[in-house]
């Protein structure tokens, strides 16, 4: 029998709409993080008041479930002291004879092109604790990092 016939709506044949994935672990962020994800959550929230689609609405809420759990979930990390590499500091590292200067901060506020990376990500889980003057090994590159400044932001 033809598809055609059996089909009562094209509902089976639509791209499935999947939940937002959650990072896995806590969810550390700095004081900047903390105000851009309310920013976010209340942003949403406005637009839910809105005359919306169905479509649109079904996005919306997805999103909102998302901000929702982000904004409840978050952890102010503590205020780092600037001896050592740890959530919301600067660091500027020598690697491969390159001078590069990354922002330790949550995952929401990420963004690798403003050179921001989160937490959980290699290169900064090989920083997280180091200090001024030391060096440290990103797991699987076999080549040594150099601490050469941290800065509080």
Known sequence: MSVAFRRESDEEHL????????????NL?????????E???????????????EEERKALLRDARYWRNRL???????APKGDMVAIGTRVTF????E??????????????????IAFSAPLARALL????????????SGKAITVIAIEVR
Not at 15 to 26: C, D, H, W
Not at 29 to 37: C, K, P, Q, S
Not at 72 to 78: E, F, L, T
Not at 99 to 116: L, Q
Request: proline share 9%; charged share 25%.
């Open 15 to 26: 791209e499935p709409k999947f939940e937002l994935p959650m990072p896995p672990g806590p």
């Open 29 to 37: 962020v700095t004081e900047r993080g903390y105000a851009l994800i």
């Open 39 to 53: 920013a976010r959550h209340d942003a949403i929230e406005a637009q839910l008041g809105a005359e919306l689609g």
């Open 72 to 78: 409840a979930s978050a952890q102010i990390a503590a």
């Open 94 to 97: 020598v690697r491969a004879g």
């Open 99 to 116: 001078t590069r200067a990354m922002e330790i901060v949550g995952h929401d506020e990420a963004d690798p092109a403003a050179d921001r």
């Open 129 to 140: 604790g180091a200090e001024v003057g030391e060096e440290v090994e990103l797991p699987g």
